[in-house]
């Protein structure tokens, strides 16, 4: 059995990131309320192994994880891609004609603005969580009252399904991280298959630092996926950088690795792990 510490409740985009991550294993899910609460208790409990979203196609990256990431002791063992598809729910007893308010989180409901501006006479009203909203209607009967949320919440909280699919875009996916203590890291991934990575690291304020790093992963082959720079609080103008490389020959990444840590301070390696699919 293994237990997976996630922001949110059941129902939620994280909750069906884990199941679909470990179909083949029995889990217990750890429902927690913010994102720090996932990594401490990854601190309390070293066989708590963490799925935290990272980032979106269309809201982008969530900055805070990268920061509780890199400030943590973790390691990233894994990632999912997971296709965000969004639903409308109310009470059984209500139906379209009742609907006065529409409850979400924020990124959802810019997802589903479409949606939202052909149904200009609901007002829209900011939740903690997508799942959440749904729960919070159901708990305290909240007739006139719909949630934006996966339709698999539906059945859970006893609610009715007015519309599926109302998500603006169709290729709408989140990325999430699954970590472990770094002493369990070998126990949930093959090193084999290993062919992504992620890094961090900072530079001195200095013409052409970055360049330089840059042209050195190239010179190995090394195919860069994503850059995400973050300011060093308490130093002007100055910043991390959160790199996820792709590479087909570990050693050439471990040699690209060696040859850019001279020109780099700070240097973390979050995770080594297999490049995650897109679920359907």
Not at 140 to 160: E, F, L
Not at 163 to 191: C, M, W, Y
């Amino acid at each position: 059995m293994k237990r997976i510490a996630i922001q949110g409740i059941r129902g939620s985009f994280h909750d069906i990131a884990a199941h679909q991550y470990f179909e083949d294993d029995d889990i217990e899910l750890m429902c927690l309320d913010t994102f720090e609460g996932v990594f401490d208790a990854m601190q309390s409990d070293p066989t708590v192994i963490g799925l935290v979203a990272i980032e979106n196609t269309i809201a982008g990256s969530l900055l805070h994880n990268y920061e509780l990431l890199r400030e943590s002791r973790t390691t990233i063992v894994g990632e999912h891609k997971l296709r965000i598809k969004h639903s409308i729910m109310c009470l059984p007893e209500d139906d379209w004609a009742d609907i006065t308010e529409v409850n979400s989180h924020p990124v959802a409901l810019m997802q589903c603005r479409e949606f939202l501006n052909r149904h200009p006479g609901f007002k829209v009203v900011e939740a903690a969580d997508t799942a959440g909203s749904a729960e919070a209607i159901s708990r305290g009967h909240q007739r006139g009252h719909a949630a934006i949320c996966s339709a698999q919440v539906a059945p859970i909280y006893g609610m009715k399904i007015l519309e599926e699919g109302i998500e603006t875009n169709k290729h709408n996916f989140t990325r999430f991280l699954v970590l472990a203590d770094p002493q369990r890291s070998n126990l949930l991934r093959d090193i084999r298959q290993t062919n992504k990575a992620s890094i961090v690291f900072s530079l001195q304020h200095a013409e052409g630092t970055l360049s330089q790093v840059l042209s050195v992963l190239s010179f190995y082959k090394l195919n860069l996926t994503k850059i995400q720079s973050l300011p060093i609080i308490g130093r002007e103008w100055e910043y991390m950088f959160y790199v996820d490389i792709m590479f087909s020959d570990y050693t050439r990444y471990s040699q690209g690795i060696d040859a850019i840590r001279p020109l780099t301070s700070d240097l973390k390696i979050l995770g080594e792990y297999k490049n995650g699919k897109e679920s359907i």
